[in-house]
């Protein structure tokens, strides 16, 4: 899927994210979710969420929820992605709409909040704050080592 986030401003996240670069990037998130096909969003809870990944290399792959046809999230979707094709995540930048999960609905599938910890994620870029309990996925980011920004949702 082609990445709508600029080569400049990759190198510019690469170089260090301020808050301008964080707005900037969580604006081609929403772009991404945008993409999320309607007839998945008529379910309830269902959201369109967008995420990036800025891989150690600076290389950029994204995705959005529905992507695979409403199985995952779009953070997990990202990281399969990302383990087939063997990207050096450890380190890189996160970008997506929404603050990542810390439980699922079922037991069986990690959270996002896991799973960006399992694949040592450096930094998370968010907007939307998670709107079911536990609200925990933030405090556990942090605790294990990674940088949480959250920034407005883009108008």
């Known amino acids: 899927m082609p990445i ?8 510019q996240a690469m170089e260090g994210v301020t808050d301008s670069i964080a707005a900037q990037l969580i604006s081609c998130a929403f772009e991404l979710a ?16 967008g995420a990036i990944l800025i891989d150690k290399g600076g290389g950029c792959h ?19 992605e990302a383990a087939k094709k063997a990207v050096a995540c450890e380190g890189g930048i996160l970008i997506s709409t929404h603050e990542p999960c810390f439980r699922r609905s079922d ?41 949480v920004i959250q920034v407005p949702t883009p108008t």
């Open 4 to 11: 709508i986030v600029p080569p400049d401003l990759v190198r």
């Open 107 to 147: 037991p069986n599938r990690m959270s996002c909040a896991k799973l960006i910890a399992q694949y040592q994620i450096g930094t998370v870029i968010f907007s939307v704050r998670e709107q079911k309990p536990p609200f925990q996925s933030l405090s556990f980011l942090q605790e294990t080592g990674v940088r």
């Open 34 to 49: 945008s993409r999320t096909p309607k007839h998945l969003l008529t379910r309830e809870g269902a959201l369109a969420v």
């Open 62 to 80: 994204g995705t959005y929820s529905g992507a695979d046809h409403g199985l995952g999230h779009a953070e997990e979707l990202l990281f399969r």
